[in-house]
């Protein structure tokens, strides 16, 4: 499944992380634990939910509702060419879509740059985050 691949990926990129967490919602990854989202002190900017959707046109919006307590989420998805409408209604609810880089350009270039990042970059977001 494509859950598997992206627990492949951050397994590779040592991101410590949990598939399928018991927190708000249930998203599909928790980065990086269950413990440090339960954990009132740790720092939201330094928690990530990745919910791992094949397709997300309609779908993206339960994952606004996963893990609460963080206020940008991220989508993972192979789905070509969203149109710029609900990029915009994705920008607007704080969801960034994660997506194989070569799919970048069947998505209307005006409203993928805050909304659309590459695998790579979100590696490096988080990383960088997590340092």
């Known amino acids: 499944s494509l859950e598997n691949h992206v627990e492949h990926f951050l397994k590779a990129a040592n991101i410590p992380h949990e598939m399928q967490p018991q927190i708000q919602g249930e998203p599909d990854c928790v980065i990086p634990s269950t413990a440090a989202y339960n954990d009132p002190g ?13 397709t997300c046109r309609d779908r993206w919006r339960q994952v606004v509702n996963e893990g609460k307590r963080i206020q940008a989420k991220h989508i993972f998805t192979l789905e070509k060419g969203i149109s710029g409408k609900q990029l915009v209604e994705m920008r607007d609810s704080g969801v960034t879509l994660v997506v194989p880089e070569p799919l970048h350009r069947q998505f209307p270039p005006d409203e993928r740059k805050d909304v659309v990042m590459s695998f790579e970059g979100f590696i490096h977001d988080v990383k960088n985050r997590l340092a």
């Open 42 to 54: 740790y720092p939201n900017d330094r928690l990530f939910v990745l919910g791992v959707k094949r």
